[in-house]
């Protein structure tokens, strides 16, 4: 376990960057259609089948609430159906003009693929084509190259990005807020980290006790539990304050250690959703940036915090590159809108001073070859990355495959609990059983 600074000693070749496949085996896709599905909030998505040989392979793309202004653009219908969330105009862009560019030609590597589609959108952020659509073909793309050489998705991208596969420490929402949840609390995540599990299993295990023990314990409480679109608890608090010591007194009383190298804690605030023209309002309080700095270090001083992620909006450098003064030295700060999986974004924030990890979310950026790219090009600046999902989610496991395949050492999927979260935990402990000697653990 590392010093939470960043530093990573699996270095993919070319300076951190994305690593193409060396003696790449010829994927011929056949056939190529989409369809729209529900995600985990009941709102569309989209689904994708690629055909190759006699094999057919399926993705889906995610759907964030809480979003970076920078991310890649979504396309959604409009109108009066789903309140305008449909995304036939995207199924249809899978269907006739990304089909008619991939199926029946030869690709030796992912990143043509995701090159071709790239070039035929012909936009900075995917908008024409939509980056729902992208993405989704641009993950069964990967599935299928992975097949096709006979190796396990994770091996695939391991071999793609010069890692070394480890099984990531999960980090749990056990207790939702902000954009994922209704209420006070302006804080959107707070997490559990079980760094010194034996092992993923392990560590799975112990997030599904806390989390059980702290429903009785918000229940007993409060009356009431409530769920926000993670999985996590959403109680009748504003006070981020009493989140942490709601979520030590669950850690203790599962009969575990709350502590930096034992059960952390890690928070996401999304400091955008809860930033006002007057200040940063968390509860009854408006904050300046410099108070809220001294707030997060009067936290991270009474609470085991590990990690904390968009400690400030993405609009303030300034914050960011102050909460990196007071606390860089000391844990992980991760940015996320700030950095929305972009690799020229995440090299400026480096050298900038405004974080030390990056969270990685492929439908942010919309191709995997550019989430790939996103994570050599931290890993060239020295830091951290943690691999995440998104409020609407589906029972796609893809992003567990990829936190093992880059050996990032960390994922977060949501509470250990509803289908299309307990997926990737479900997909991770899998993994671990078919190859037990893959080491676990924050790297």
């Not at 997030?207 to 996590?232: K, M, N, Q, S, W």
Request: net charge negative; glycine share 12%; hydrophobic share 40%.
């Amino acid at each position: 376990m590392n010093d939470y600074t960043g530093a990573h000693p699996h270095t993919p070749a070319g300076g951190g960057d994305y690593v193409s496949h060396p003696h790449g085996r010829p994927l011929t896709i056949t056939s190529l259609t989409a369809t729209q599905i529900l995600d985990s909030r009941g709102y569309p998505t989209v689904e994708v089948a690629l055909t190759f040989g006699e094999s057919t392979v399926v993705a889906s793309s995610p759907s964030g609430a809480s979003t970076g202004a920078h991310e890649a653009v979504e396309r959604r219908d409009g109108g009066h159906p789903f309140s305008g969330r449909g995304v036939r105009d995207a199924v249809a862009a899978v269907n006739t003009d990304i089909a008619a560019r991939l199926v029946g030609t030869a690709f030796d590597r992912l990143e043509d693929i995701d090159q071709a589609m790239k070039e035929l959108d012909g936009t900075p952020g995917l908008g024409r084509l939509g980056a729902n659509a992208v993405v989704a073909v641009s993950m069964a793309a990967t599935r299928a190259l992975a097949e096709l050489h006979e190796v396990p998705l994770y091996r695939y991208l391991a071999d793609l990005t010069g890692s070394a596969p480890t099984l990531p420490v999960p980090h749990f929402n056990v207790i939702n807020g902000g954009a994922h949840a209704p209420g006070g609390l302006a804080f959107q995540e707070f997490m559990i980290a079980p760094v010194s599990a034996a092992n993923e299993d392990h560590a799975v295990q112990i997030g599904a006790e806390i989390y059980h023990v702290l429903a009785d314990e918000i229940r007993a409480r409060y009356g009431v539990t409530g769920l926000g679109d993670e999985g996590g608890f959403a109680p009748p608090i504003d006070d981020p304050a009493e989140a942490l010591t709601l979520l030590v007194n669950a850690i203790s009383t599962a009969g575990y250690t709350p502590g930096h190298d034992q059960i952390a804690i890690a928070m996401d605030p999304a400091a955008n959703g809860f930033l006002t023209p007057d200040g940063y309002r968390i509860g009854s309080r408006v904050l300046t940036r410099e108070q809220l700095a001294d707030y997060y270090v009067e936290l991270v001083n009474a609470f085991p915090i590990r990690s904390i992620e968009d400690g400030f909006a993405e609009t303030d450098p300034t914050g960011w590159q102050l909460l990196a003064e007071r606390l860089g030295d000391r844990m992980q700060l991760v940015g996320d809108d700030l950095y929305v999986t972009d690799p020229a974004r995440i090299r400026d924030g480096a050298r900038n001073g405004y974080s030390n990890a990056a969270l990685i979310k492929p439908n942010q950026i919309g191709t995997v070859t550019d989430t790939l790219a996103a994570i050599g090009a931290a890993r060239s600046e020295g830091m951290a990355c943690m691999i995440s999902h998104r409020s609407g989610e589906t029972l796609d496991t893809f992003i567990a495959d990829l936190a093992v395949g880059t050996g990032v050492g960390q994922i977060k999927s949501g509470a250990p609990a509803r289908g299309e979260r307990i997926a990737k935990y479900n997909r991770l402990v899998a993994i671990e059983t078919a190859a037990p000697a893959t080491p676990y653990g924050l790297r």
